[in-house]
Structure formats: C-alpha cells, structure tokens
C-alpha cells in the first residue's frame, strides 16, 4: 500500500512543476521569436554587457525597433523584394 503523501512532499511536487512550465513558457517564447526573426533580447543583454561594458545595452523597444529596421528595412513601407 503506499504512504500517504507528506504536506512537505506536495509542496516540492508543486514547486517543481510550477518550475519546468516557467521554463516551457519561456522556450516558447524565445522559439516564437526566433521565428519570427526577433533575436533574445536577454541574451544581447548578456553579450552587450560582456563585450561593451563601457555602454549602456539598448532597451526592449528601442532593440526591437533595429532588429524590425534591419528585417524590413528603415524605409517603413514593406517590400518583399
């Protein structure tokens, strides 16, 4: 027969699951993106501060407004070719 479950036991389960579907939440977003064509901001982040450390990383909006330019280009009207 197996032993009822400890009030300690449930709480590590929950904390583990709660855990992973962060972590799944975040592959998801970081695998939306990137296809997309939108880079991890956080990972420019890392490498900003790493190879720059003497300037400032640019912001959400202002990194996801080059990356669109550089995509779509500064024009602001869409050309597919």
Do not use: I
């Amino acid at each position: 027969m197996p032993r009822p479950s400890a009030p300690a036991d449930n709480a590590d389960l929950l904390c583990v699951c709660r855990d992973t579907l962060v972590r799944w939440g975040k592959d998801a977003r970081r695998t939306a993106s990137l296809m997309v064509g939108q880079p991890d901001y956080e990972v420019y982040v890392a490498h900003a501060e790493a190879t720059h450390p003497d300037q400032p990383p640019l912001d959400r909006t202002a990194f996801f407004r080059l990356h669109e330019q550089r995509r779509f280009g500064a024009g602001g009207a869409f050309r597919c070719c």
